[in-house]
Every structure is written in C-alpha cells, then in structure tokens.
C-alpha cells in the first residue's frame, strides 16, 4: 500500500474531506497538496495566509512538517485537522 485513506476536517471553510495520501512524502509537501486540492474544490476561495498546521484530531498533536507520512502515527481511519 502506498496511500492512506483519512479524513481532513478544516475548520476555516467548515468542510471534511476524504482524501488518500501518498506515504511516501514529507508532511509539509502533503499540507501544499491538500491546500491546492482543498482550494480547487472549494471554488477558489481556500487561500490561507501562512501555510497551515496538520494536526491529531483525538490528541492534537502537531505533526512536524519535515517528517514523512510513513514515520508518523497516521495511518487509514485517522481524522486530521488542517488550521
């Protein structure tokens, strides 16, 4: 398997989205492809400022942006937030 299936809930446009991320990449190259994805499909109107934060939904914890996805606690099922 080289993609996680999780949900990513961001608060700022109050949505929740499946996604399927690639396990491979680093956490910071997954927030830019989830910003772009989330904007696309939010006609345009999702453009953060500063480049949000990836967090536990059940723990908060702050995932740091140079770890690769497969050397984190994130795996399918898991809830994400995306500040």
């Known amino acids: 398997m080289n993609k996680i299936l999780v949900e990513v809930c961001v608060p700022t446009i109050e949505r929740k989205y499946d996604v399927l991320l690639p396990v491979n990449r680093k956490i910071h190259q997954i927030i830019y492809l989830l910003v772009k994805a989330i904007n696309e499909l939010y006609g345009g109107c999702y453009m953060p400022t500063t480049m949000p934060i ?11 942006v140079n770890a690769s996805l497969i050397d984190t606690d994130i795996r399918n099922g898991t809830e994400l937030i995306l500040m």
């Not at 990836?54 to 740091?64: E, I, N, S």
């Open 54 to 64: 990836l967090y536990d939904k059940l723990t908060a914890k702050v995932y740091d």
